[in-house]
């Protein structure tokens, strides 16, 4: 099976033939904490200069099944940044007021401005997955979403905003387990709901609409990251280098002073 990938246009993916265990080549959780350390590092350093640069916004999108880890990763990930320069959006079921405008209306406005790390907890996604899975509009509706979303992505990387989408990859069996967990430990029930469970039954329709999701929304500018995410140690090291990666590829810079610095004496 093959190991975490970013997806490529014109190369469609199976998740199946994806493993949810793979460990990244990693080795060990100790190895991986060890990664994750210093990922952090670079990225809090990298986080000041891309407020100072304040050129670009970086955009991560996690999407995930339920218990995928999509709460851990912005926990651990996000856990050494300012919180100053990073704002978390949870989407959930659309309320009264975001239904009079359309789907991409909340999202556009919860788009990170320049110089600030923005992280979706669920996204537009949603749009192609939950509401196709439930039937909540016409097919001819979500079908057509793919291309709107690919625009709206090309629009948003043509201004600046860097995108990043991770897909949290957890096996069936894994899901079992951690729904398990959260009958068995106390410090988990709260996180347990009926829905999770009726959900599950739909697993089969939601990874096919992921698949789709996927596919049909990878771009040369918003690509997927298919994260294994069985272990949660492998998925938050990927998740972190990933966007370690991306931003130091933007080549951020100081600007220069606005003054001439020699000249200035402070009495
Ligand atoms: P989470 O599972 O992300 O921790 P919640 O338990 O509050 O948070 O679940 C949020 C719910 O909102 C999910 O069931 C998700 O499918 C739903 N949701 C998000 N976006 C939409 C949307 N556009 N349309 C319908 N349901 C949505």
Redesign the pocket.
């Known amino acids: 099976m093959k190991k975490s990938i970013v997806t490529r246009e014109g190369h469609r993916i199976r998740l199946r033939d994806l493993d949810p265990g793979d460990d990244a080549g990693l080795g060990t959780k100790a190895k991986a904490q060890a990664r994750l350390a210093e990922d952090l590092e670079r990225l809090r350093q990298l986080q000041l200069l891309l407020y100072a640069d304040n050129r670009y916004a970086l955009l991560v999108v996690i999407q995930a099944m ?1 218990t995928g880890g ?2 851990g990763t912005i926990r651990h990930v996000m856990s050494g940044l300012n919180p100053v320069g990073c704002v978390v959006t ?5 309320t009264p007021d975001e239904r009079q405008h359309d ?1 991409l209306w909340r999202i556009h406005r919860a788009v990170p401005p320049r110089g600030v790390i923005g992280v979706f ?2 996204s537009h996604y ?2 192609v ?3 196709r899975v439930h039937k ?1 509009v016409k097919e001819k509706a979500w079908e057509r979403r793919y291309r709107e979303i690919n625009e709206f992505e090309r629009t948003l990387s043509q201004n600046g905003v860097e995108i990043l989408k991770f897909y949290l990859h957890i096996s069936k069996a894994e899901q079992a387990k951690r729904l398990r967990a959260r009958i068995e430990d106390k410090s988990k029930n709260w996180k347990f ?1 009926e ?1 999770d469970i009726a ?1 599950r039954r739909l697993w089969g329709e939601y990874q096919e609409a992921y698949e789709d999701a996927i596919n049909e929304c990878t771009t040369s500018w918003a690509p997927w990251h298919i994260v294994p995410a069985n272990n949660k140690w492998a998925r938050d090291c990927i998740v972190a280098r990933a966007m370690a990666d991306r931003l130091e590829s933007l080549k951020l810079r100081y600007p220069k002073p606005s003054v001439d610095l020699s000249k200035i004496v402070i009495r």
Do not use: G, I, M, T
């Open positions: 339920d999509k709460d949870s989407f959930k079921v659309p789907y907890n669920r949603e749009d997955l939950v509401v909540l709901s829905a959900e």
